[in-house]
């Protein structure tokens, strides 16, 4: 590891009736972020198949914290049509909270 880059997760309970709730409690999305920029590198979910979990990463990749959550919100909102949309937007703000606490420590 070079330093450059944080591993961050953000955690959501999900709703009743989600195929990922036999398995977990909770929805994680977790991401590899720039820690200069706020951009997302890598990122991946707990949803309970490889295609919703490859999906939620290919949206999420290339965007900035820095910049706020607003956008990421709005792409979940419009491109994700699952019962785990509420759930998915909780954990990224929970992450987003993660991500401004290390920079403000970092700051500080």
Do not use: W
């Amino acid at each position: 590891m070079n330093g450059k880059t944080l591993f961050i997760a953000g955690h959501a309970k999900l709703p009743q009736g989600m195929a990922a709730k036999s398995v977990f409690d909770t929805l994680t999305i977790t991401a590899e972020i720039d820690r200069k920029y706020g951009v997302i590198l890598e990122a991946s979910c707990t949803l309970a198949t490889e295609h919703g979990r490859e999906f939620v990463g290919k949206l999420l990749r290339g965007m900035s914290l820095t910049d706020g959550i607003d956008e990421a919100v709005a792409a979940i909102q419009m491109y994700y049509r699952g019962k785990a949309t509420n759930a998915l937007i909780a954990a990224l703000k929970d992450l987003d909270l993660h991500f401004q606490q290390i920079k403000e420590n970092e700051l500080g």
